[in-house]
């Protein structure tokens, strides 16, 4: 029973440029939530997607974005990256719209030169 | 704001000893409380959780204790291992929303 994937696993980007994540959630859930984890902190919410829909948003601004496809894979964009943008950006997929246990993924580690 | 403040930042611990860590909230609608486990290069892995309507909660080695009065929780790791050896993380949630609070975590190391 494959976990939650994500891909790629490491990317480096430039400042300026776009970026685009990918997450496959684990088998049987249908809401998918992408977390940002800076070096040395816990993760932030970003936002939710349940029914392809954003649920729920964080303290981000508009150049992160999302979606969520039919299969209940989800897509996270990010625009006009800047330095502070580096981080590991987590992938969790759960069951049902409200919180239930999260399953993260490993991650994908971005770093914005 | 951080909504939920973890401490201490960093343990070291003996094999075989016992490790505790402790959190705080504001939030009183918060009703679900996990901890999270995560050994470099991986995602954090559900440990335990707990509901406030319990005050203690046992899984194998770890257990929860949760103050409700004081907004404190805490994760007890008894019989400490070298494999223990990680960052938890606690958080915070409401049942009806849709975004866990993270701490800030706790670097755990355990000394053979």
């Known amino acids: 029973d494959a976990g939650v994937t994500q891909s790629p696993t490491h990317l480096i980007k430039t400042r300026g440029q776009q970026v685009t994540l990918r997450c496959s959630p684990k088998s049987g859930h249908d809401t998918v939530s992408w977390y940002q984890q800076a070096l040395g902190q816990g993760p932030q919410f970003i936002f939710q997607y349940y029914e392809e829909e954003e649920r729920q948003r964080g303290n981000f601004p508009d150049r992160f974005s999302g979606h969520q496809f039919p299969n209940y894979s989800s897509e996270l964009n990010v625009n006009a990256l800047l330095l502070g943008d580096s981080a590991l950006y987590l992938c969790?997929?759960?069951?049902?719209?409200?919180?239930?246990?999260?399953?993260f993924g490993n991650g994908t580690r971005l770093t914005v030169t | 704001q951080q909504q939920v403040k973890q401490s201490p930042q960093s343990l070291i611990v003996q094999k075989g000893g016992i490790s505790i860590i402790n959190c705080a909230y504001e939030n009183t609608a918060f009703d679900y409380f996990p901890w999270y486990q995560q050994f470099p290069g991986k995602g954090p892995a559900l440990l335990i959780a707990i509901r406030p309507d319990v005050s203690e909660k046992k899984e194998g080695r770890f257990t929860i204790s949760f103050n409700k009065s004081a907004k404190q929780f805490s994760l007890h790791i008894m019989d400490s291992q070298p494999g223990d050896s990680a960052t938890y993380f606690c958080a915070a949630s409401i049942v009806t929303g849709n975004q866990f609070y993270f701490g800030t975590g706790t670097s755990l190391t355990v000394i053979p």
């Open positions: 969790a997929s759960s069951f049902g719209q409200y919180n239930s246990p999260l399953h």
